[in-house]
């Protein structure tokens, strides 16, 4: 019996036992369940406080996208009327500019001239002077009065290059690049419009490279300037149809010269026009001014040598028409070409006549332009566009004042 009763006893305090342990369990789950409900509870919170932070945030920005859009409106609105009013400042100054002459090489017995007065008295003071100038003037009277239209035929190369059309034929021939030995030719205008890149053209592999975008064409013949290191500079004559070097010429220059300053790479610039083959170049690395030479298209023989007065500082380019040197300017920020210097070899030019011209506005700058005396209109490269300048011509009036003279005499 007593073993009975400490054996119920043993059980009670075992349950007892169980029943403590079970409870600590139960409350030690429990006090977990609350911990994380409490941390539930603050990441919902937090949560909350995060969305209405966002939302704050996609208020402000979108109040700051539409405020960007509309100082946006703003400024596109004010550029607008600056670009208008720039424009019109520039068609101001265009027109104040070209009642300003650019330096040219004119006669004394200009003025007198060009205001008519064939009086006795002027008449026997300018005898002397047209006995001077006839010998002078030549049978090429042209003279650019303006641009007639401009058309950009396409982009193809390097920003730098030239091109240029035989005035005797009509293939056209691509200088790509600065220097080089590779020449592209077309059968036209028209085939090189139409290519994509240089395909279609016939290569051209010269003997020699050509140095500078300052090559001529001309009556089948291509002239180019060659500088190999340390060397003279020379004119080479290379005839396009039999793949030949024909003649070479040393220039009276030095060595490494630049005879543009915005375009350094021109070593010296062979130019055509309707009384053959002209060379602009510079003797020395220090002369301020840029000479003129005429050149014999046989021979290569230099036939006369002028100091055109057009200083060589800030021009970029320059072309030859009717015996008359139009150098163009620029600045070192590229803004609107110009031609603001001109030398006529024959002193048919009258100053007040001379034309200062304004391109029209485009990419760049003029790495080159090319004069065609049959078309009268100028290849032009600007930063890797090739383009067309169709120019007005008319008559020089010196050489219209001659022929008054001529006739006043009878």
């Known amino acids: 019996m007593k073993l009975l009763f400490v ?22 789950l429990e006090n977990r369940l609350l911990a994380i ?45 600056a670009s208008a009013r720039a424009d019109l400042v520039e068609r101001e100054m265009d027109y104040v500019e070209t009642q300003n002459s650019p330096r040219a090489c004119a006669n004394k017995a200009d003025k007198v001239l060009e205001q008519e007065a064939w009086g006795l008295q002027e ?18 009277v042209e003279m650019i009065s303006g641009f007639r239209s ?15 059309r035989d005035p005797t034929s009509s293939k056209v021939y691509i200088f790509n690049g600065t220097s080089g030995d590779t020449v592209y030719e077309f059968k036209s205008v028209r085939d090189f419009s139409r290519s994509p890149g240089a395909t279609g053209s016939r290569t051209i592999h010269l003997p020699s490279d050509w140095t500078g975008p300052g090559s001529a064409v001309y009556n089948g013949y ?38 543009y300053t915005l375009n350094p790479e021109t070593v010296a610039d ?26 014999d298209t046989a021979t290569l023989d230099i036939e006369q040598i002028w100091d055109t007065r057009c200083p060589r500082d800030n021009a970029e380019a320059a072309f030859v028409v009717c015996g008359t040197v139009h150098v163009v300017y620029n600045t070192r920020l590229a803004s609107r070409s110009r031609v603001q210097c001109v030398f ?67």
């Open 270 to 295: 062979l130019a055509v026009d309707d009384e053959g083959l002209w060379l602009l170049f510079i003797p020395t690395h220090s002369e301020p001014n840029i000479s003129l030479a005429k050149m």
């Open 37 to 81: 409900e409490d941390r539930m509870q603050m990441c919902h919170e937090q949560a909350h406080q995060y969305r209405t932070e966002m939302l704050d945030f996609k208020k402000l920005t979108s109040e700051a996208v539409t405020g960007l859009r509309n100082d946006h409106s703003v400024m596109f609105k004010d550029l607008e009327g």
């Open 123 to 140: 008449r026997d003071v300018l005898e002397g002077d047209w006995e001077e100038l006839q010998s002078k003037v030549s049978d090429c």
């Open 222 to 259: 291509l002239y180019y300037i060659n500088q190999e290191t340390d060397t003279d500079v020379q004119v080479v004559k290379y005839d396009l149809m039999s793949g030949s070097v024909t003649d070479t010429a040393m220039l009276p220059m030095e060595r490494h010269a630049s005879l």
């Open 7 to 28: 054996l119920l006893l043993s059980r009670a305090w075992t349950l007892i036992g169980a029943q403590n342990y079970y409870q600590s369990l139960m409350d030690y």
């Open 150 to 164: 401009v058309k950009i035929l396409k982009r193809i190369g390097s920003p730098k290059g030239m091109w240029t």
């Open 344 to 410: 006529d070899v024959n002193d048919a030019m009258v100053s007040e006549e001379a034309p200062l011209l304004y391109f029209p506005r485009r990419y760049g700058a003029h790495a080159s332009l090319k004069y065609n005396p049959e078309e009268k209109q100028l290849y032009g490269w600007d930063d890797g566009y090739q383009i067309i300048y169709r120019l007005t011509i008319k008559k020089k009036l010196l050489a219209l004042q001659k022929r008054k003279a001529f006739l006043f005499k009878k």
